[in-house]
């Protein structure tokens, strides 16, 4: 264990080994870039013991963002307010959108950097972020779900939807009503994946073309489509029959 008295050579051996072994370090020690780099670079909550000069290095908190997204909390005042720095932050690690203050989450430029490495992190943006279209297109070409997070208004806009529905059918989840009732965005969701099918419109998992694509999908989707007549609902079924007799004759 170390303490006050330790020398550079055992703190840097100690907090190679245990970031957070920096807590028992001399005040001198804290403010040594070399030691507090060493430590930053092995533990998430290591900027918190070094020097307040050092919570102001750029380089030294880059460093610990880099491993961890949550070190920006230990930052300065000083670099939390500096938008320049901010977006070099959830550049090297997006997952510090998180931590990055409010009014950081309403910059585009910021969340925009995010977005495109890791589209769920929509859902820190600021409102009026997730109601902006360029933001969403981005997020939802990186991560379709994260439609999700996007606003209501950009959840009812086709092109966000089916951007999002033609990768991962799925997302027809978080379209609005009215989009899942539009046969075009449907049909694009349930050829991509046949599951999609059940977050379709009762209207429209009673559609012959809607269900029947769904059906040549995944043939167990056939369970949500209650809605048909008796008669699609018979075809439905003999379409799945043929889908699995194509699948034995081709094993």
């Known amino acids: 264990m170390i303490d006050e008295n330790s020398t550079k050579a055992e703190v840097l051996e100690a907090v190679q080994q245990d970031g957070d072994a920096l807590a028992y370090a001399s005040a001198k020690l ?5 030691v507090v780099l060493a430590a930053v670079r092995q533990s998430k909550y290591a900027l918190y013991y070094a020097s307040e ?4 290095d750029r380089e030294v908190v880059l460093e610990a ?3 961890h997204g ?4 230990y930052a300065s005042d000083e670099l939390k307010g500096d938008r320049e720095f901010m977006l070099e932050a959830v550049t090297e690690n997006w997952l510090a959108l998180e931590y990055v203050g409010t009014e950081f989450k309403d910059y585009k430029e910021v969340v925009l950097a995010v977005v495109k490495q890791d589209g769920w992190e929509l859902r820190f943006a600021s409102l009026a972020l997730k109601g902006n279209k360029e933001v969403v297109l981005a997020a939802v070409r990186q991560d379709v779900l994260a439609l999700r997070y996007a606003s209501e208004a950009l959840r009812n806009d086709r092109e966000v939807v089916l951007e999002a529905v033609k990768q991962n059918g799925r997302a027809l989840e978080y379209a609005s009503e009215y989009l899942r009732d539009d046969k075009d965005v449907v049909l694009a969701a ?5 599951w999609a099918f059940r977050y379709a419109s009762k209207r429209l998992r009673g559609d012959r073309e809607v269900a029947l694509a769904a059906v040549r999908q ?3 989707v056939l369970y949500y489509a209650s809605y048909a007549s008796v008669e699609l609902q018979s075809e439905i079924v003999q379409c799945w029959a043929n889908a699995i007799e194509k699948e034995v004759k081709n094993d």
């Open 30 to 34: 804290k403010n040594d870039r070399e």
């Open 65 to 67: 963002v880099k491993q």
């Open 70 to 73: 949550y070190a920006l909390v």
């Open 53 to 56: 000069d050092l919570k102001n």
């Open 190 to 194: 349930v050829r991509q994946d046949g």
């Open 218 to 220: 995944e043939g167990a």
